[in-house]
T-cell receptor
Framework: DQQVKQNSPSLSVQEGRISILNCDYT??????FLWYKKYPAEGPTFLIS?????DKNEDGRFTVFLNKSAKHLSLHIVPSQPGDSAVYFC??????????FGTGTSLTVIP | KAGVTQTPRYLIKTRGQQVTLSCSPI?????VSWYQQTPGQGLQFLFE???????NKGNFPGRFSGRQFSNSRSEMNVSTLELGDSALYLC?????????????FGSGTRLTVV
């Protein structure tokens, strides 16, 4: 039972444009969300997080938006750079519980 | 400081065998979590250890087990390997137990069961 879903397995974007990666979840108890980036042959690295008390968190070129009523979060990367090409995982957690990860979206930024 | 170290990086085993994977967390980190990554299922949680105690367990059969030593190093064991166990196994360490602590992942162990 996939509680966190990333319905787009892949995404291609031109360098300099905006990348939008989407994530949906089913468990209304989730209160903390993260995005991880993963390069081939490396473990995932933490990118940005958001608590359910917020609807937006920004860190440089990366912004995460949370829509609790829709159980949807998105990661915006502006402007996109070739080095952003990686697999992006979203993850969610309820209090005291482990993280549930999505299946990942492979982002390709075309120079 | 050194990151999370997982050994071995690659492993090929035969169906029915057992395997042990090792994870050395970042110095000072007391929590170690294990994940299985497969193309269709993404990252799935196996278990978390904190101070040598299993704190959380995912929905995996009993063939998957783990332990944590007093130096926080952790091992994961899979017995009676099945072809479907072929995956990338990742461990992540954090200073404490709970989501308020950041997780740092290792590069993983690629297990192939033939």
């Amino acid at each position: 039972d996939q509680q966190v879903k990333q319905n787009s397995p892949s995404l291609s974007v031109q360098e300099g444009r905006i990348s939008i990666l989407n994530c949906d979840y089913t468990n209304s108890m989730f209160d903390y969300f993260l995005w991880y980036k993963k390069y081939p042959a490396e473990g995932p690295t933490f990118l940005i997080s958001i608590s359910s008390i917020k609807d937006k968190n920004e860190d440089g070129r990366f912004t995460v938006f949370l829509n609790k009523s829709a159980k949807h979060l998105s990661l915006h990367i502006v402007p996109s750079q070739p080095g952003d090409s990686a697999v992006y995982f979203c993850a969610a957690s309820a209090p005291g519980n482990q993280f549930y990860f999505g299946t990942g979206t492979s982002l390709t930024v075309i120079p | 400081k050194a990151g999370v170290t997982q050994t071995p990086r690659y492993l090929i085993k035969t169906r029915g065998q057992q395997v042990t994977l090792s994870c050395s967390p970042i110095s000072g980190h007391r929590s170690v979590s294990w994940y299985q990554q497969t193309p269709g299922q993404g990252l799935q949680f196996l278990f978390e250890y904190f101070s040598e105690t299993q704190r959380n367990k995912g929905n995996f059969p009993g063939r998957f087990s783990g332990r944590q030593f007093s130096n926080s190093r952790s091992e994961m064991n899979v017995s009676t390997l099945e072809l479907g166990d072929s995956a990338l196994y990742l461990c992540a360490s954090s200073e404490g137990h709970g989501i308020s602590y950041g997780y740092t992942f290792g590069s993983g162990t690629r297990l192939t069961v033939v």
